[in-house]
C-alpha cells in the first residue's frame, strides 16, 4: 500500500463529534488487538525482567565460543562467547525504547505542523513542501548521514529515525484537518467567532486523535525495522550496547557454522514488529467508522 493510499484511509477515520461508548468495548472484544497487545506485553515484561535474570550480555567467555544452544546456554554463544539469550534479551530493550521513543516524537511534531498546514493556509505551501523534500530523501540514507554527522548514540539514532517519519504524520493529520474544518460545526464556531486555538482544541485536534493512534502503531514497526538495519549496516547503536541490528551482524560472517546468532534475534524482531502490526490493523478496524460497521 502507498503512502497516498495509506494517508487517504487514515484520514477518513475521524471520530464523531460525540463520545461513542461501544468504541473502548470493540477495542477489547478485537481478537487482532486482544492478542497482539498481549504479544506486545509479553516482550515488555521479558524486557524489562529479562536482564535480571541473565547473565552479562557483555561477558566474554572464550571457552564457549560458538557454542550451539543447549541447556547451558539455550540460544548458543557468539564468536566472542558471549550469551546470545542475554543479548537477545538486552536488544529488546533497546528495540522496544526505540519504537516508543520515535513513535511518540514522531507523532507530536507531526501533529503540531499537521495542525498548521491543514488550517493555516498560508504556511501550508512552506510546511508541506518542506516535508515533501524530506520525503525525497530514502529514509535510511538520510539517517545514515545525519548519525554519520553527530555519531552514533541512542539519542542520535532515535533523532535520525525521527525525521524520515515525521513528514507522513504531518500529511496525515492535514488530511484530517482539511476535511474536519468543513464539517458545519467547524463553521459554525468561525461564524460564531471562536478562536483559532479553542477551535483547533474543541474541534479539530479530538479527530486526529484516532488516526494518529492508529498511524504510531505503524511508526513503531517501522522504526523498529530502521534501527535493526542501521545496526546490521554498522551505523547504528554502538556495538558495546546490545541490539538485534548489530547482534545479526556480528554473527553474519558465522552464519554457516553457527546460524543461531543470527536466528533468534531476527525471530525477536519479527514477532515484535507483527504484533505491533496486528495491533495496528485492529485499531485501524475498530476505529475506521466504514470498517467498523462491516465487523
Known sequence: MTDHAQDAIMAD????????????AGMLNNRAIFWGGGLLILFALIAAIGPFLTLDPTELNPIKRLKSPSAEAWFGSDFLGRDIFSRVIYGARVSLVVGIAVALISVGIGLILGLVAGYVRVLD???????????????????????????????????????PEVPRVVRLVRAVVLTVREEPYVEAAIAAGTR?????????????????????????????????ILGFLGAGIPPEIP?????????????????????????????????????????????????????
Not at 463520545?19 to 473502548?24: G, T
Not at 508541506?128 to 539517517?143: F, H, K, Q, V, Y
Open 196 to 228: 483559532l486555538p479553542l477551535i483547533l482544541k474543541r474541534h479539530i485536534l479530538p479527530n486526529t486523535i484516532a488516526p494518529l493512534i492508529v498511524q504510531a502503531t505503524y511508526v513503531c514497526a517501522s522504526a523498529m525495522l530502521t534501527e535493526s
Open 125 to 163: 505551501a512552506v510546511i508541506m513542501r518542506t516535508m515533501d523534500g524530506l520525503m525525497s530523501i530514502p529514509a535510511i540514507l538520510l539517517a545514515i548521514a545525519l548519525i554519520s554527522l553527530s555519531g552514533a548514540t541512542l539519542g542520535t539514532v532515535i533523532l535520525a529515525i525521527v525525521i
Open 243 to 295: 541490539s538485534w541490528g548489530n547482534i545479526m551482524s556480528e554473527g553474519r560472517t558465522y552464519f554457516q557454522i553457527s546460524p543461531w546468532i543470527i536466528f533468534f534475534p531476527g525471530i525477536g524482531l519479527a514477532l515484535t514488529v507483527l504484533a505491533v502490526n496486528i495491533v495496528g490493523d485492529g485499531l485501524r478496524d475498530t476505529l475506521d467508522p466504514r470498517i467498523a460497521r462491516k465487523i
Open 13 to 24: 477515520a475521524v471520530l464523531s463529534e460525540h463520545e461513542d461508548p461501544s468504541l473502548l
